[in-house]
């Protein structure tokens, strides 16, 4: 049980790739920008040889781009389908776009018609684990050879107490903060250079969004108060209050009960300012309580909002998506608080259905390795990871250094230098994120370790109220909060 909930340092489980762009050279020949097209066309070239001719099966691709994704991204995965169908002429490969939400994927596990492969965030393996909603690869990952290649963070996040894996990680990521350049430049919120003079510290964000309003009319930050989102942005806010510690908001007393601690001065210090950045500064948007994840990245990106608390791996939402130029977007740490500055580590992983067969997961094994997303390096691998990367180019994506999921330094590095190879953005917009990392000027933690859904789903009632009710008692709603969490994780843990 200890092993099941720890919480996880992710600082240590990442190879974070942060050469920047140019000067690791080059992994071919090729000249220094090949467009999406070009790429697509050499991977859907390239291994004519088939590989296992006997592996026969069906396997459903929940990762597979929506239909109103890109047209580049579209035909990359087009490119490797027909990469993967020429090598195993016998797997059937089903196109199964899936958004994942944990609430619509468990009726899929257990009614038999979830897909072969979909991608959870790091928050819910352990519970899908214990709850025999995915299934067992642990086989086809040794078959394949990369069992040594997982991180012991990783290897404890996605498998079980006996060490049956049931996924693998896709990518990780830091919390950060995207910034619309061109409404810092309209308020007058830039240095000598032209750069944007972010916020570093909390403080800031709600003095400079305050400027923003001010001379814009747009809203100064962007803030997603539905579902579980704004729940799940304020804990890292309410870390640099001071909810670290013996006043974390949620931690097992010395019985090893789950205690909820939403009522700590911390806590309620960092709701305070939640309530404040409406009533006292009046920068947030005013669709705050039905804008979701994908609603504040529409709004940075077309420019009604000019700060959104989001991660390295959501740059492509803002700018591919949304229209905003490469040249006026940024990415900068997560500013400081009072008692410090941290910032959420994650990530996203595979995970497969709860009835996959062996021929299912070894075809899904090698489905994978053609999407170059499992360390190994071939001519097939790296035409893959090119086209990925030129098509984002393509498509108006930054094309930034990497948080790498692996630890195989070889497959770091040949990846990184295919990124320089692609880079289309100017590094001085992103450096400091990148930096603050590396340098360690900011500490990395995970998510809060248990029902860390549930937990974010009650903090998010408690901002509805607080930013649609000015005179709303921040005490007496997170009390209330608290004890309806406790009593969930009585229910859930506690009691069981």
Known sequence: ???????????????????????????????????SAEVIGELSGMSSEVIDPDLTCTITLGNWPADTAPESERALFDGYKATMEKQYPNVTLVPDYFS????????????????????????DPQLLISQGLVGDVTDALEAVGVLDKFSPAYYEMLADENGRIYGLPRDGYVLGLHINAALFREAGLVDEEGLPLYPTTLQELAEYGQIIREKTGKAGLVFPASETYGGWLFTNIAWNFGCVGENALEYQDETGRWVCNFTSDECIAAMNYIRDLRWTYDILNVDATTTDWAGSHSLLGTGEAAMNFAADDSVDQPTANKGLPVGDFALVPFPAGPEGRYALAGGTCYMFSPDITGDQATALMAYLKILGKLPFLDDDIIAGMRADYAAKKDRGAPVLPAISAWNDEDYNAAKQAIIEQYCNVDMRLYDDFFGSISEGTITLRAEEPVFAQQLYRELTSVIQRLITRENADVLKALTEAQESFQEYLDDEINNA
Do not use: H, W
């Open 1 to 35: 049980m200890k092993k099941f909930y720890r919480i996880i340092s992710l600082l240590l489980v990442m190879g974070i790739l942060l050469a920047g762009c140019g000067g690791a050279g080059t992994v071919t020949d090729e000249p220094a920008y090949t467009s």
């Open 100 to 123: 994942y939400t944990l609430s619509n994927y468990v009726p899929m596990a257990k009614g038999g018609t979830a897909p072969s492969i979909f991608q959870p965030p790091f928050t």
